[in-house]
């Protein structure tokens, strides 16, 4: 396809307009933000808030994955205590401080320091599946992460190329408004005079919603990169495409094998299934192994030792154990549902999407025809400048080139629809 100049020749004050090398170096070097496609991409994803959101929330479920492989090393600690006490009787202090047993004495302090570890023998796969539910649960946090990268590289295309539309438009509208209004009625009576005047008022109105649609489209660009709405900015692009071919039944296949909502709820639906094990787990019994060296004595250096190794089974009877597990079974059958919903949801966007595409790829071409063909007869035409048949004509050629302009625009967007729906990019035929 040949690139979009503005080819008409009473409007070739169009391209004062349009940026140029160094009138880009001369707007950055004054403190003008310059966006190509691929800069706008990288501030956009760098200042996203729920991208950034869900990549914190891939270091928490990082975290949480090294917290689940600390259940299968032994629990090591030291304990230290000093105790001033007067007993009439005996008796023994508290769990928390050893639980040691103190007689009547004429010696009114106690020292004591022990070193303990703890490790799980058997837990009925706890510790496992634990471990094993972090991992997925990080695994769905990365999906949940490509998800938002996805969104976000869509939703700044998207406010990229309408802002490239409209100042395309805004430009050339007002360059003919401006040679409309130039022209005048001088010299002009009657019928002319009345299709000028008319002609004219017609352009500038065309010109003022341009105006007031490029501005919504330069909002609507500095918000999904983030910025503040007053940044001044330009944005450096031209409105090419090209044709792309994809097979419906392969971007079905792609986008139940890539997209990261269904990969996210596919964990989800492992995670559950995981939970249902942890609640089964609740009635079988556990085996842990207990290792104690005790220093103790009234005073200083302790001599006194004790040492113990304990193997201890517990027998769980959870009397909610029963409800606990019906309730994660029925979160997992409602998880597989909201997998079957999600997936015949993503289906349709693929579909809805590829067939934006096939339309506006028939379309463009044919727009492009038109408006080529339409250009071609003014400028072999010979119609008096400023004249109300020349700015008739111009008119025509204006709205012919608008509607190729939207033709181009759609195609792009269509085919990052596509791209979004299926989870991944489309290359281009060689």
Do not use: C
């Not at 349709?348 to 080529?372: G, I, M, N, S, T």
Request: glycine content about 4%.
């Amino acid at each position: 396809m040949r690139p979009l100049s503005l080819l008409l020749r009473p409007l070739l004050a169009v391209a004062l307009l349009l940026p140029t090398p160094g009138t880009v170096h001369a707007q950055s070097a004054s403190g003008v933000e310059i966006y190509d496609l691929e800069e706008a991409l990288h501030k956009a994803g760098r200042n996203n808030a729920a991208m950034q959101s869900a990549a914190q929330d891939v270091k928490i479920a990082e975290e949480r994955v090294r917290e689940a492989r600390t259940l299968f090393f032994p629990d090591v600690g030291l304990q230290g205590s000093a105790t001033r006490f007067n007993a009439r009787v005996p008796f023994s202090l508290r769990p928390e401080f050893g639980s040691n047993l103190l007689f009547p004495s004429n010696k009114e302090n106690f020292f004591s320091g022990q070193a303990y570890a703890s490790l799980p023998l058997y837990a009925g796969r706890k510790n496992i599946n634990t471990y094993r539910l972090a991992q997925t649960g990080l695994k769905r946090a990365r999906a949940t992460y490509d998800s938002a990268k996805l969104d976000v590289a869509y939703h700044t295309q998207k406010v990229f190329y309408r802002y490239l539309f409209a100042r395309e438009i805004f430009q050339t509208s007002s360059a003919l408004a401006e040679q409309a209004a130039q022209s005048g009625t001088q010299g002009r009576h009657g019928e002319d005079a009345l299709k000028t005047v008319a002609l004219a008022a017609d352009l500038r109105t065309e010109t003022a919603d341009a105006r007031r649609l490029l501005e919504l489209a330069r909002l609507d660009f500095l918000r999904g990169l983030n910025r503040e709405l007053d940044t001044p900015i330009t944005v450096v692009g031209t409105l090419e495409t090209k044709p792309v071919s994809i097979d419906l039944a392969k971007a079905l296949a792609w986008s139940t094998e890539l997209r990261p909502e269904l990969q996210a709820q596919t964990y989800r639906s492992q995670m559950d299934a995981i939970e249902v094990n942890l609640s089964l787990g609740r009635r079988i019994p556990t085996v842990v192994l207990g290792v104690d060296y005790e220093l103790v004595g009234a005073e200083f250096p302790l001599r006194q030792n004790n040492w113990d190794a304990t193997v201890a089974v517990r027998l769980p009877f959870a009397l909610n154990f029963w409800t606990q597990h019906q309730q994660r079974v029925a979160e997992q059958r409602q998880g597989e549902i909201h997998r079957a919903e999600l997936r015949d949801q993503v289906h349709l966007e693929v579909r809805k999407a590829h067939q934006d595409l096939e339309f506006w790829q028939a379309e463009w071409p044919l727009r492009e025809e038109e408006y080529v063909k339409l250009r071609g007869l003014y400028e072999s035409a010979s119609l008096v400048p400023g004249s109300p048949a020349a700015l008739s004509a111009s008119a025509s050629v204006l709205r012919a080139q608008r509607r190729f302009l939207e033709a181009v625009t759609e195609h792009l967007l269509s085919r990052a629809r596509l791209e979004r729906a299926i989870g991944r990019a489309l290359t281009d035929p060689s």
